[in-house]
């Protein structure tokens, strides 16, 4: 008797924590209104992003931003991209001025084992209808370290990933803050 009483106990905790899990692996129902979901309105905004300026030495550094930007853009449901400034609400417009890549940490030699990327870039929402501008920024600095390995090709590797970093914090800044100004709009 006491067997069938334990297996129905463990049966009932099997089932009570199967039930906890269920509902705890459930959604709750929220979606962030910021990100594109099957049932959203249509865009009340369009945008251009030009290819930024590139006064860097760091090749390719434009086209990085520009396709992280895009990539941030098109999750937004108020906002629709546009390839040229024609017909857009907005334009997003902006260069990037430096990139430094000081020594970090150093072995007993002075030679580097972890360098600092530093980039420095300037940012402005226009309206694309007066080119009046909304917002700008002129200086919005991020750094991110990376190491320094013998093989070169994964100390590129290691600083793309570096870039890669900074490009995306610094697009999901300016993201946020375009949606905060629409949000007021």
Not at 22 to 37: D, E, K, Q, V
Not at 120 to 147: K, P
Request: proline share 3%.
């Amino acid at each position: 008797m006491e067997t069938v009483l334990g297996r129905e106990k463990v049966s009932r905790c099997l089932s009570v924590v199967l039930l906890l899990t269920t509902l705890l692996l459930s959604a709750c129902g929220y979606s962030n209104p910021a990100f594109r979901g099957s049932d959203t309105a249509p865009a009340t905004h369009t945008l251009h992003i030009p290819l930024w300026m590139n006064r860097t030495n760091e090749l390719g550094l434009e086209t990085t931003f520009r396709h992280t930007l895009n990539r941030w853009f098109r999750q937004a449901s108020k906002i629709r991209l546009i390839a040229g400034p024609q017909g857009a609400d907005l334009v997003l417009d902006g260069e990037i001025l430096t990139i430094s890549l000081p020594g970090e940490s150093f072995q007993q030699h002075d030679q580097a084992q972890e360098v600092s990327a530093t980039v420095t870039i300037r940012y402005t929402l226009r309206n694309g209808h007066d080119n009046s501008i909304i917002w700008q920024e002129d200086g919005r600095t991020r750094n991110e370290s990376y190491r320094l390995v013998p093989d070169s090709a994964r100390t590129l590797g290691n600083r793309q990933q570096a870039l890669n970093t900074l490009a995306n914090e610094l697009a999901e800044r300016i993201y946020q803050r375009t949606l905060d100004t629409i949000g007021r709009m």
